[in-house]
């Protein structure tokens, strides 16, 4: 053997130890009891839905969708026989972030914009979903959500004077962040589909390109993540709006949650900058796994009072890293 068969790919004949093997019908079965886990409530299932999801893809690539997507339905069938129908809309979320960034990783189209799109899109479903089954109940979701966040607050301050001053000064806020609380939903669920899929590409293709030539997948690093400008955009009109709404007065209720919303929203896109930025400078200086473990828990301390939000979004223009940028530098560096 030359050492240039030892750097043979798999495509050459020579298949490294570990190749993913084809088949995996256990695989199916397990996104059936994803889904299932799922509509139980745990998020577990997110991540497990897309592990099974991409290992398939891994193995078999895009002509595993199908099947998964039935196994997914069959998992539905089987929340709704064990749980009954009422668990089954609460569900959707889950699935649906679940697939799609599975889908993305493997495709190596999961940028900025795909995921805040998949993000949006999961939050807007949760909302609607809850939306539906309130209004059965002859409910508002504008007015039932906010009234459960005071509640949840009475619960945590208490019945004292001082309890109920606490909640009094809280409850404007909670009428203005409650569709937040949908969105952390969805990041959560996105979170945790991408941890699974990220397990289900070392599964199923570990360490080398897959059976579609797709190239091996590796963790993203902080960094090298640099925002896009839409987000710069986004936070732009996010102001102008809570501007607008508090001069219109009670009248723009729903436009100033929107506006807040899409202000805390925006928010982690300059967070993942700022901590990037953090990162960039911790790999210049070479610094020990000490010092680095001190400053991430200073720098998420910080991060509670916006700062390294507001570094990220002075990063957009000040460039600390010295990164490339051009027209290109978004599809390029997240695939």
Not at 59 to 80: C, I, T
């Amino acid at each position: 053997m030359t050492p240039d068969d030892r750097h043979s790919t798999p495509q050459a004949g020579i298949v490294p130890a570990g190749a993913p093997r084809k088949g995996g019908s256990l695989w199916y079965a397990e996104i059936a009891i994803a889904v299932l886990v799922a509509a139980w409530g745990g998020m577990l299932g997110t991540l497990l839905l897309a592990l099974g999801v991409r290992i398939l893809a891994e193995r078999s690539g895009a002509r595993s969708f199908a099947p998964s997507l039935g196994a997914a339905a069959a998992g539905f069938a089987l929340a709704a026989l064990l749980l009954g129908l009422e668990a089954l809309p609460a569900t959707i979320v889950p699935v649906c972030a679940g697939v799609v960034i599975a889908v993305l990783m493997w495709a190596r189209r999961a940028t900025v914009l795909a995921v805040s799109v998949t993000v949006a899109v999961c939050a807007i479903l949760g909302l609607a979903v809850d939306g539906v089954s309130l209004a059965s109940q002859g409910l508002d979701v504008t007015q039932a959500m906010p009234a459960l966040l005071v509640e949840a607050s009475r619960l945590y301050a208490g019945t004292s004077i001082q309890g109920d001053l606490v909640v009094a000064a809280a409850e404007p806020i909670f009428r203005a962040v409650w569709p937040f609380v949908y969105v952390m939903t969805a990041l959560i669920d996105v979170g945790m589909a991408g941890l699974g899929s990220f397990w289900g590409a070392q599964r199923g293709a570990p360490g080398f390109a897959s059976q579609q030539g797709m190239p091996p997948a590796r963790m993203p690093k902080i960094a090298r993540f640099d925002a896009p400008l839409w987000a710069v955009v986004l936070l732009a009109a996010s102001i102008v709006g809570i501007a607008v709404a508090r001069a219109m007065g009670n009248g723009a209720e729903l436009l100033l949650a929107t506006s807040v919303t899409l202000l805390l929203s925006v928010r982690f896109i300059f967070a993942l900058q700022g901590f990037g930025v953090l990162f960039g400078l911790m790999d210049r200086w070479r610094l020990g796994c000490f010092i680095r473990a001190v400053a991430i828990v200073i720098a998420v301390w910080l991060e509670a009072m916006f700062l390294l939000s507001i570094v990220g979004l002075v990063d957009v223009w000040a460039n600390f890293r010295k990164l490339p940028r051009n027209e290109a530098r978004t599809e390029a560096q997240y695939k």
